[in-house]
């Protein structure tokens, strides 16, 4: 089964500047997709990234990008520039593209950002 | 708008009680999940509907019922619930089979708290 690991239950962040989010996963299906959900204090669920398992560029959103590394079941999330909105529980997802279309989530990195 | 609407938003049941949660999608999409959030743990997939058939059930207890009326429409029938099932239930809904890149659009969840 298909397991995905954030291993950083919480972050800080100086406004303004860098930061990572790791996630690995485990699988032993060659093709995937990986997407990077955040979730404010308003509890909405957002879509920040995605990237499919195929294409071996790394997705880039404005100011958030990842890096993929598939060998190493790797997909970490960049913020770059933060700014006080992005403070939010960030979710790290597995999506099979079996017929079961499951969707597995990590247990989540809350994301503090310091003014 | 978030093209995902669930209500209530609230809800405070007690053991006996037999109540629903709704959802609606008005994105097009041919696939609706029900997930658990609590505290502390993973997004627990509980449910998934393709083209209106279920094809997933995570051992979800029978107290918890799923309906899929038609593809726009999920409904989560409770009954006899425990304690231990209170939680923020989120709604999600997406594009399936053959376009496994496609996001989860959730809805704003419903806070249940079972007394």
């Known amino acids: 089964a298909q397991t995905v690991t954030q291993s950083q239950p919480e972050m800080s962040v100086q406004e303004a500047e860098t930061v990572t989010l790791s996630c690995t996963y485990d699988?032993?299906?060659?093709?995937?997709?990986l997407f990077w959900y955040k979730q404010p204090p308003s509890r909405q669920m957002i879509l920040v990234i995605r990237q499919e398992a195929y294409k071996q560029q790394n997705a880039t959103e404005n100011r958030f990008s990842v890096n993929f590394q598939k060998a190493a079941k790797s997909f970490s999330l960049k913020i770059s520039d933060s700014q006080l909105g992005d403070a939010a529980m960030y979710f790290c997802?597995?999506?099979?593209?079996?017929?079961?279309?499951?969707?597995?989530f990590g247990k989540g990195t809350r994301l503090h950002i310091l003014p | 708008e978030t093209g995902v609407t669930q209500t209530p938003r609230h809800l405070v049941m007690g053991m006996t009680n037999k109540k629903s949660l709704k959802c609606e999608q008005h994105l097009g999409h041919n696939a609706m999940y029900w997930y658990k959030q609590s505290a502390k743990k993973p997004l627990e997939l509980m449910f998934v509907y393709n083209f209106k058939e279920q094809t997933e059930n995570n051992s979800v207890p029978s107290r918890f019922s799923p309906e899929c009326p038609n593809s726009s429409h999920l409904f989560l029938h409770l009954h006899t619930l425990q304690p231990e099932d209170s939680a923020l239930y989120l709604c999600?809904?997406?594009?399936?089979?053959?376009?496994?890149?496609?996001?989860?659009?959730f809805g704003n969840g419903t806070r249940l708290t079972v007394t």
């Open positions: 999600a809904s997406s594009q399936a089979l053959g376009d496994n890149n496609s996001p989860l659009h």
């Open positions: 699988t032993s299906e060659s093709d995937y997709y």
């Open positions: 997802a597995y999506r099979s593209p079996t017929r079961d279309d499951k969707i597995i």
